[in-house]
């Protein structure tokens, strides 16, 4: 009896581990049976002919040989490390004639963000692509092979995390020590951020080109050395919503409703200080717990006689709220949204409601630059059905960033990429968004727009050019006042 | 005393924001409903095979998931809710399958269920993808009523929430003390050797419970899909909730599962308007303060004390 | 008699060259691997094995399956970390402060739950451990909220700066080492008798006149020295601490780290904490479904082997012994001297000896030999 259960047991085994095997490789199976879509993708693109399909079509055939050969030795370099002492980079360097050099990409691939993960890709991808790179396969960690910068080949690694910082520092720590990546492009958020700066600061050699992390801190106080940011931080991307509400709207008694962490404070802080100065008042500051997904009970506590509610949320949490105010008030008061919560990334999920919902963003759909038309193109062409968001687009313009420096210098990543970092402080470019300048902390000085969400896209109302990251007041007395928290500003 | 004094200080609070409070008390009822779908197959599970079944939140997440492709295809959210639920049962039983290879005490298999909660929330991601989506309510069940007193509004969906709990509460509590598979269960929660020493196939009824509670945990994904959302993560959220509520309601008792989600969801509610950023704590701590005065729950039965 | 002398003789003779060995392992893997490796892997499995090693304690020894240890290491580490960074103090006097606040920690999860058992015990930690995340999440004044602390630098000692990897290596092995020696002492006095009375009898463990709720409140206590001094150390090895490094996932990765390595022995945290530090570095290269794999992974471990990677091995390692024709008796001999618990439970000869592989067969034991409660159920392991 006892050995027939036994039997039995290993049989339920066997077929568990069969399931596992498939369940597993399921993700493999999706991208290796997408594989050919996007293959197939770029040969019909030439009819349409753009210039940089043909030339990713035309590598494709061309280089696959040296594309193998660098997988293969990276292949080697971590299972070197991983079993012995091996110097990664040595085995690296006597495999190439030239040594390659590593683009580490780090996002939100696991938790509750894993799709904006999905869209950061997207974006750094597409800036690999445009440098001769093609696509290993479809799935969020299929890397971009055969990249080359001023005849360098460049290697894409990806690492996730689930958006807490010590597991960023340990995916950046694989991809910086394991993989030997030069140049770390990410990460998605404001506390990973900080965490990051810790770290990349004991390895000044190595370069942080942050992805969408929106910490005023992680370039405002204490910068790093190594640390850049080519877009706007969390204030930022809010400037001029609190002074039109107040001059444009008519509104001088408003309520804020945000979830209960540091990059809403930063966005309620930006608005309250401008709604504020203008002599403005806040009725009541609404602080929701992060993780709670029914609003009710936080929309029943929105005075009754206040003119507008500021609402700062990212993803599920602004569908639900949105959602939710919709169907408890009707949209009695009028909502201002903050500039993630009506993010292209979610505009879709929002539907009808986000109708006419106003914001401050680096990201509208109707800017006129022929360089976004391009990219929302392109971006279409290789990740069908994708559009533009403040996701792809930051981590487009990040790469990109260090990809044109890195051309610049030739791919010269000596002397602790000193010749590297100081061209990257240089890029002054137009990016699909608009100008980008970096300051004395390597923080980008960029463009914002204020949008209204019309058609289900962003339309531009006004576009605020070059807005720094203390929003044009006086830097000390900005960095005076302190970060932004649940009661700074104190608005009178 | 402290009763007393607590009693009075909620009243306090609740005359201050006045006719605010019948809104703190519908959705304090609607959370509620929401956590009863879900604890009482929970609750029904622990009572028959002494497993805590962590996958739970897992079949919600599948079941809303489901729901939503279904509804997509369909246009029919009665349809999609029921195919979902019935797709959400079959896994269930499933999962039964695998967890009787392990007689333990408990441990093994609640490990297991881990181990399945896992593996399911990543087939979710790889499935449906992160970006977060929701079910649109049926069209009868669509908009809201006026509250009187205020400018706020009280969506029928979640209404019907509350209607769909109290009917499946119903529902349970005929198919256990009024059908012959009823006394069955209770017979096999009170003693498994026994019903199975008397001829009935206590395999089948322990199939038949784990069918249910998948399907309960599927009709609550698409009513939480419907009027909260789907996303990643929302398995572990639920699947806590869902726990807070069959613990202080007594792991294995239904009666216990429904006064402990009707307690919760209104401490819930109380806490999120009344104190909003320590509401989490004021839950969780009032879950403690339950075990603390009553290891085993409201209703939970001593003879669950250590042996 | 003279047999049990022998057996102590031999426990003695196997603790000092496992001890011997453990050295020799701490002396040579820096030598051997790289510094990412040193740190990311080694550091990494050491310092989750000791945070692990509390709760195996809890688990193996006691029966106490607690989701409250991944609160305790918190508590240890955010207590580091806000005397340093916001009280200014010195650090080896904020470790101090920080080591004891384990125990005091788990002292007070234990009172908390000291008359819950089996799975109510496991809920009420969990309800005790999302209270600690939400309270470093939410009560800011203190916690800073959900950013934490960042930029925490690890102290020197004896002028040599813990920033470094080989240092910090060292000194994690030595408080390693002190965890399992001293968790190992813990089970061969009386009150390590008195746990696993709790664990395999609570009933008859109050009919000898202890009271089951002073031994779980001290079992608690004692488990939290470990999870204190694993917070400790995380926070060293992180540079940091936040409510993420504390949250659900957490939890739940401790608890897999135990039920891989298996519970057996205390040791076999370390071998679950490095089974699983593996697969988070290098599944990803593999797969895509890095969480499919590792939730797979775990219940085929679970579905194996009761005891984890430890019974694995174990079994693999008498059948080998039986191969090479050593005798059993010498391998019982040395299974008592380790776990000193073969003659109280009687399943565990057959669950380390040689019906190791066929662990339905052990796993049915325990209801013939234990004493069962009214309903067919037997208690907790």
């Given at each position: 009896?006892?050995?027939?259960?036994?039997?039995?047991?290993?049989?339920?085994?066997?077929?568990?581990?069969?399931?596992?095997?498939?369940?597993?490789?399921?993700?493999?199976?999706?991208?290796?049976?997408?594989?050919?879509?996007?293959?197939?993708?770029?040969?019909?693109?030439?009819?349409?002919?753009?210039?940089?399909?043909?030339?990713?079509?035309?590598?494709?055939?061309?280089?696959?040989?040296?594309?193998?050969?660098?997988?293969?030795?990276?292949?080697?370099?971590?299972?070197?490390?991983?079993?012995?002492?091996?110097?990664?980079?040595?085995?690296?360097?006597?495999?190439?004639?030239?040594?390659?050099?590593?683009?580490?990409?780090?996002?939100?691939?696991?938790?509750?963000?894993?799709?904006?993960?999905?869209?950061?890709?997207?974006?750094?991808?597409?800036?690999?692509?445009?440098?001769?790179?093609?696509?290993?396969?479809?799935?969020?960690?299929?890397?971009?092979?055969?990249?080359?910068?001023?005849?360098?080949?460049?290697?894409?690694?990806?690492?996730?995390?689930?958006?807490?910082?010590?597991?960023?520092?340990?995916?950046?720590?694989?991809?910086?020590?394991?993989?030997?990546?030069?140049i770390v492009i990410g990460p998605l958020s404001g506390d990973e951020g900080l965490a990051l700066k810790d770290y990349i600061r004991e390895h000044p050699d190595v370069t942080l080109v942050n992805g969408t992390s929106a910490s005023q801190d992680l370039t405002l106080r204490d910068p790093s050395p190594n640390?850049?940011?080519?877009?706007?931080?969390?204030?930022?991307?809010?400037?001029?919503?609190?002074?039109?509400?107040?001059?444009?709207?008519?509104?001088?008694?408003?309520?804020?409703?945000?979830?209960?962490?540091?990059?809403?404070?930063?966005?309620?802080?930006?608005?309250?200080?401008?709604?504020?100065?203008?002599?403005?008042?806040?009725?009541?500051?609404?602080?929701?717990?992060?993780?709670?997904?029914d609003y009710s009970s936080f929309v029943a506590q929105i005075p009754d006689d206040v003119d507008a509610v500021f609402f700062a949320m990212g993803g599920t949490d602004a569908i639900n709220f949105v959602k939710q105010y919709d169907e408890f008030t009707g949209q009695a008061i009028p909502l201002i949204a903050g500039p993630t919560a009506v993010d292209q990334s979610v505009l879709n999920e929002l539907g009808s409601r986000a109708e006419?919902?106003?914001?401050?963003?680096?990201?509208?759909?109707?800017?006129?630059?022929?360089?976004?038309?391009?990219?929302?193109?392109?971006?279409?062409?290789?990740?069908?059905?994708?559009?533009?968001?403040?996701?792809?687009?930051?981590?487009?313009?990040?790469?990109?960033?260090?990809?044109q420096a890195l051309e610049e210098v030739g791919g010269d990543l000596s002397d602790g990429s000193a010749a590297f970092q100081a061209a990257l402080a240089q890029q002054s470019w137009t990016t699909p968004i608009g100008p980008v300048v970096l300051d004395d902390n390597r923080q980008a000085v960029v463009d914002m727009y204020l949008r209204r969400v019309t058609d289900g896209a962003q339309a531009t109302i006004e576009t605020l050019p070059l807005v720094n990251a203390t929003l044009g007041f006086d830097r000390d007395a900005y960095i005076a006042q302190g970060s932004f928290s649940r009661d700074n500003p104190s608005c009178g | 005393m402290a009763g007393v004094a607590l009693g009075g200080y909620i009243v306090e609070r609740s005359l201050e924001i006045g006719d605010r409070s019948l809104l703190v008390l519908l959705n304090g009822l609607t959370a509620a409903g929401l956590y009863f779908l879900m604890a009482s197959g929970f609750t029904l599970v622990f009572g028959l095979v002494r497993v805590t079944n962590l996958a739970h939140g897992g079949l919600y997440l599948l079941g809303g998931y489901t729901a939503l492709s279904l509804q997509r295809m369909t246009g029919n959210w009665f349809i999609a809710a029921g195919l979902g639920a019935v797709a959400t049962a079959?896994?269930?039983?499933?999962?039964?399958?695998?967890?009787?290879?392990?007689?333990?005490?408990?441990?093994?298999?609640?490990?297991?269920?881990?181990?399945?909660?896992?593996?399911?929330?990543?087939?979710?991601?790889?499935?449906?993808?992160?970006?977060?989506?929701?079910?649109?309510?049926?069209?009868?069940?669509?908009?809201?009523?006026?509250?009187?007193?205020?400018?706020?509004?009280?969506?029928?969906?979640?209404?019907?929430?509350?209607?769909?709990?109290?009917?499946?509460?119903?529902?349970?509590?005929?198919?256990?003390?009024?059908?012959?598979?009823?006394?069955?269960?209770?017979?096999?929660?009170?003693?498994?050797?026994?019903?199975?020493?008397?001829?009935?196939?206590?395999?089948?009824?322990?199939?038949?419970?784990?069918?249910?509670?998948?399907?309960?945990?599927?009709?609550?994904?698409?009513?939480?899909?419907?009027?909260?959302?789907?996303?990643?993560?929302?398995?572990?959220?639920?699947?806590?909730?869902?726990?807070?509520?069959?613990?202080?309601?007594?792991?294995?008792?239904?009666?216990?599962?429904?006064?402990?989600?009707?307690?919760?969801?209104?401490?819930?509610?109380?806490?999120?308007?009344?104190?909003?950023?320590f509401s989490v704590l004021i839950t969780f701590g009032t879950l403690i303060a339950i075990l603390v005065l009553r290891p085993h729950g409201i209703f939970g039965s001593q003879q669950d004390e250590r042996a | 008699m003279e047999s049990s002398v022998h057996s102590k003789m031999s426990a003695r003779s196997r603790a000092l060259a496992l001890l011997a060995a453990a050295a020799a392992a701490i002396a040579v893997v820096p030598a051997l691997v790289s510094d990412f490796v040193l740190l990311q892997i080694a550091i990494k499995s050491l310092w989750l094995g000791i945070a692990g090693a509390s709760l195996a304690f809890l688990i193996g020894q006691a029966g106490l399956i607690s989701l409250a240890q991944t609160a305790v290491f918190g508590v240890s580490g955010y207590v580091?970390?806000?005397?340093?960074?916001?009280?200014?103090?010195?650090?080896?006097?904020?470790?101090?402060?920080?080591?004891?606040?384990?125990?005091?920690?788990?002292?007070?999860?234990?009172?908390?739950?000291?008359?819950?058992?089996?799975?109510?015990?496991?809920?009420?930690?969990?309800?005790?451990?999302?209270f600690v995340f939400f309270f470093a999440q939410q009560y800011q004044p203190i916690t800073r909220g959900h950013t934490g602390f960042n930029g925490f630098d690890a102290p020197t000692l004896f002028g040599i700066d813990l920033n470094d990897r080989r240092p910090l290596f060292y000194v994690t092995a030595v408080v390693a080492v002190a965890v399992v020696a001293g968790f190992r002492y813990v089970m061969a006095t009386p009150?390590?008798?008195?746990?696993?009375?709790?664990?395999?009898?609570?009933?008859?463990?109050?009919?000898?006149?202890?009271?089951?709720?002073?031994?779980?409140?001290?079992?608690?206590?004692?488990?939290?020295?470990?999870?204190?001094?694993?917070?400790?150390?995380?926070?060293?090895?992180?540079?940091?601490?936040?409510?993420?490094?504390?949250?659900?996932?957490?939890?739940?990765?401790?608890?897999?780290?135990?039920?891989?390595?298996?519970?057996?022995?205390?040791?076999?945290?370390?071998?679950?904490?490095?089974?699983?530090?593996?697969?988070?570095?290098?599944?990803?290269?593999?797969?895509?479904?890095?969480?499919?794999?590792?939730?797979?992974?775990?219940?085929?471990?679970?579905?194996?082997?009761?005891?984890?990677?430890?019974?694995?091995?174990?079994?693999?390692?008498?059948?080998?012994?039986?191969?090479?024709?050593?005798?059993?008796?010498?391998?019982?001999?040395?299974?008592?001297?380790?776990?000193?618990?073969?003659?109280r439970s009687p399943e565990h000869a057959s669950r380390t000896g040689q019906h190791a592989p066929s662990q339905q067969q052990a796993r049915r034991l325990p209801c013939e030999t234990l004493e069962r409660d009214g309903r067919g159920e037997y208690s907790p392991p």
């Open positions: 009896m006892r050995n027939l259960g036994a039997g039995r047991s290993w049989r339920i085994l066997a077929a568990l581990a069969a399931v596992v095997v498939l369940a597993a490789s399921c993700g493999d199976d999706d991208s290796t049976a997408d594989t050919p879509s996007a293959g197939t993708e770029p040969v019909e693109a030439p009819a349409g002919a753009t210039d940089t399909d043909g030339g990713t079509d035309a590598d494709d055939s061309m280089e696959e040989p040296s594309a193998g050969d660098a997988e293969a030795s990276s292949d080697d370099s971590s299972d070197g490390s991983a079993s012995d002492e091996g110097g990664s980079s040595d085995d690296a360097g006597t495999a190439e004639a030239i040594e390659p050099i590593t683009i580490g990409a780090i996002s939100t691939l696991d938790g509750p963000f894993a799709a904006l993960g999905d869209f950061s890709m997207h974006g750094v991808k597409l800036a690999l692509l445009e440098y001769g790179g093609t696509l290993d396969g479809d799935a969020t960690r299929d890397t971009v092979t055969g990249a080359e910068v001023a005849g360098v080949p460049i290697e894409l690694v990806i690492e996730g995390s689930d958006a807490t910082p010590d597991v960023a520092v340990e995916a950046t720590r694989r991809m910086v020590e394991q993989d030997g990546a030069n640390v850049f940011r080519f877009g706007g931080d969390g204030a930022m991307w809010t400037f001029g919503v609190g002074t039109y509400a107040y001059e444009e709207l008519g509104h001088r008694r408003i309520a804020t409703v945000a979830e209960d962490y540091s990059y809403p404070y930063d966005q309620v802080g930006a608005v309250l200080t401008e709604f504020c100065a203008l002599g403005g008042t806040v009725a009541e500051r609404i602080w929701v717990p992060l993780g709670t997904q006419g919902l106003i914001s401050s963003g680096p990201v509208v759909d109707d800017s006129g630059l022929a360089e976004f038309d391009a990219f929302a193109e392109y971006l279409d062409d290789v990740f069908p059905g994708q559009t533009p968001n403040i996701f792809n687009v930051y981590y487009y313009v990040a790469t990109r960033s260090a990809l | 079959g896994l269930s039983t499933v999962l039964y399958l695998v967890l009787r290879r392990v007689h333990g005490d408990g441990l093994p298999e609640t490990m297991l269920t881990l181990g399945a909660a896992i593996v399911m929330a990543d087939q979710a991601l790889a499935n449906w993808g992160g970006v977060p989506s929701d079910l649109d309510p049926p069209a009868a069940l669509r908009g809201s009523i006026d509250l009187p007193g205020s400018i706020l509004l009280y969506p029928k969906f979640r209404l019907s929430v509350v209607a769909m709990a109290m009917l499946a509460g119903l529902c349970l509590w005929l198919l256990l003390y009024r059908t012959r598979l009823g006394s069955t269960i209770r017979a096999s929660v009170d003693d498994r050797d026994m019903v199975s020493i008397l001829g009935i196939r206590v395999e089948l009824v322990f199939c038949t419970v784990f069918a249910l509670a998948g399907a309960l945990a599927g009709l609550a994904g698409a009513a939480g899909g419907t009027y909260l959302s789907l996303a990643q993560g929302e398995d572990n959220r639920i699947l806590l909730a869902s726990l807070i509520v069959v613990i202080a309601g007594g792991l294995g008792s239904i009666g216990g599962a429904a006064v402990a989600a009707v307690v919760i969801g209104l401490v819930e509610a109380f806490a999120q308007t009344h104190h909003a950023i | 580091m970390a806000i005397l340093v960074l916001d009280h200014g103090w010195g650090e080896w006097f904020a470790v101090a402060v920080a080591a004891a606040a384990g125990p005091i920690a788990g002292l007070i999860v234990g009172v908390i739950s000291r008359r819950a058992a089996g799975l109510y015990l496991m809920m009420l930690t969990l309800a005790i451990g999302v009150a390590g008798l008195a746990y696993r009375g709790l664990r395999d009898n609570p009933k008859r463990l109050q009919a000898l006149g202890y009271s089951t709720e002073a031994t779980t409140v001290s079992a608690f206590a004692v488990s939290g020295f470990a999870a204190g001094a694993g917070g400790v150390i995380s926070v060293w090895y992180n540079g940091a601490i936040s409510p993420g490094s504390i949250d659900l996932t957490r939890t739940i990765e401790l608890l897999i780290v135990v039920m891989i390595g298996g519970t057996l022995r205390i040791e076999g945290a370390f071998l679950g904490a490095l089974a699983v530090t593996l697969l988070q570095n290098y599944v990803s290269d593999f797969t895509n479904r890095t969480e499919t794999l590792v939730g797979a992974v775990f219940m085929v471990v679970v579905l194996v082997s009761r005891q984890g990677l430890t019974g694995i091995l174990l079994g693999l390692g008498s059948r080998a012994q039986r191969a090479l024709g050593w005798v059993r008796s010498r391998d019982s001999t040395l299974d008592r001297s380790v776990t000193d618990d073969s003659r």
